[in-house]
C-alpha cells in the first residue's frame, strides 16, 4: 500500500502564504493530486504533478520531488475563503485508485 | 454541464439493514470510483467501475458490492450496515484514461 503524511492542521492569517508538505511511499509512482475540500463539500481538484518540480496556478503552486517522495501545495494571498481541508492523494503505478492523506484543515484567520 | 451527481444527500439506517447508493458521473466520463470517507480522514477507496465490470477493488468486505449500467451511472450497495460503515460516501467519475477525479457532493450514511 501506500503510506501518505500531511500534517493535521495549519493556521494562518488573512493575505499569508501557507505550505501544506506531504511525503508519501509508494511502489511505483504515476502522479499526486492535491484536492481541496470545504465542510460538507465534495473535493475539488487544485492541481497534478507527474514530474519533479513546480506547477504554478494563480495563488496556488504545487512541488513535486520525486526522489524524496515529497510534495507541497503552497497558497498565496490567502483569503478567508482558502479555509478548507487540503487533500493530498497519489496514484502508484499499474493503479487506477487515488490513495489519500488524511488531509490538512487550514484555517484562515482575519 | 451536470457534473458528477449522486443520491440521496443524507440517509439514515439501522444496523444489519441494506442501503443503495446511486452515482451519475460526469457527462463523457465513463469510469466510476465509489470512496468512503470517515469524518476527520482522507476517502478511502472502495471499488472502480469501468465497461460495467469492477476494474479494482479497496481493501472493503465483500458486504460492499457494486454495479455499472449501460448509461455509466454507478450504484454502491452496502449489506448488513453496521455503526462503523456510518461515513461520507463520494462517488468520482474520470473520462477513460484520465486521471483527473470529479467529485460528487457525497452521501452522508448514519448507521444507528
Known amino acids: 500500500g501506500q503510506n501518505i503524511d500531511q500534517p493535521t492542521e495549519m493556521t494562518a492569517t488573512e493575505g499569508a502564504i501557507v505550505q501544506i508538505n506531504c511525503t508519501y511511499q509508494t511502489s511505483g509512482f504515476n502522479g499526486l493530486f492535491w484536492y481541496q475540500q470545504h465542510a460538507g463539500e465534495a473535493p475539488t481538484f487544485l492541481s497534478y504533478n507527474v514530474l519533479d518540480g513546480l506547477e504554478e496556478k494563480g495563488r496556488f503552486s504545487s512541488f513535486l520531488s520525486r526522489s524524496k517522495g515529497y510534495s507541497y501545495l503552497l497558497l498565496k494571498e490567502l483569503q478567508m475563503k482558502d479555509s478548507a481541508s487540503y487533500l493530498c492523494a497519489v496514484v502508484a503505478r499499474g493503479d487506477y485508485k487515488l490513495s489519500f492523506g488524511a488531509g490538512t484543515t487550514v484555517t484562515v484567520r482575519a | 454541464d451536470a457534473g458528477v451527481t449522486q443520491s440521496p444527500t443524507h440517509l439514515i439506517k439501522t444496523r444489519g439493514q441494506q442501503v443503495t447508493l446511486r452515482c451519475s458521473p460526469k457527462s463523457g466520463h465513463d469510469t466510476v470510483s465509489w470512496y468512503q470517507q470517515a469524518l476527520g480522514q482522507g476517502p478511502q477507496f472502495i471499488f472502480q467501475y469501468y465497461e460495467e465490470e469492477e476494474r479494482q477493488r479497496g481493501n472493503f468486505p465483500d458486504r460492499f458490492s457494486g454495479h455499472q449500467f449501460p448509461n455509466y451511472s454507478s450504484e454502491l450497495n452496502v449489506n448488513a450496515l453496521l455503526l462503523g460503515d456510518s461515513a461520507l460516501y463520494l462517488c468520482?467519475?474520470?473520462?477513460?484514461?484520465?486521471?483527473?477525479?470529479?467529485f460528487g457532493q457525497g452521501t452522508r450514511l448514519t448507521v444507528v
Open positions: 468520482a467519475s474520470t473520462e477513460g484514461m484520465n486521471t483527473e477525479a470529479f
